[in-house]
């Protein structure tokens, strides 16, 4: 059985940082893309970050220069770096994987159970 456990969230000031870590377990032949959506109270969900298994990564311009994805492949581990926090930033991240089960499978696509980042003023 296949799970995403989200963990590093918590209450931080404005101008502080937290780091944001998903990890995949169970088993899976290969891990396509890791993601990180959040959604603040009375707003829709939205993509804040991804990385593709190649490397390759994308943001939203509202975190460019703030928050940083990373992946270790060996641990099938996602993780977000997010610096100079605002208040804004203040929502429920969700942790989103795209991965096979097995050589040939469809993708599969997974999301973590959030965890609440607040940020003070």
């Known amino acids: 059985q296949v799970q995403l456990v989200e963990s590093g969230g918590g209450l931080v000031q404005a101008g502080g940082s937290l780091r944001l870590s998903c990890a995949v377990s169970?088993?899976?032949?290969?891990?396509?893309?890791m993601a990180w959506y959040r959604q603040a109270p009375g707003k829709q969900r939205e993509s804040v970050a991804a990385m593709a298994s190649g490397g390759g990564t994308n943001y939203a311009d509202s975190v460019k220069g703030r928050f940083t994805i990373s992946r270790d492949n060996a641990k099938n581990t996602a993780y977000l770096q997010m610096n100079s926090l605002k208040p804004e930033d203040t929502a429920v991240y969700y942790c989103?994987?795209?991965?096979?089960?097995?050589?040939?499978?469809?993708?599969?696509?997974?999301w973590g159970q959030g965890t609440q980042v607040t940020v003070s003023s």
């Open positions: 169970g088993s899976i032949f290969s891990l396509n893309l």
């Open positions: 989103n994987a795209l991965f096979s089960i097995s050589y040939g499978a469809p993708i599969s696509d997974y």
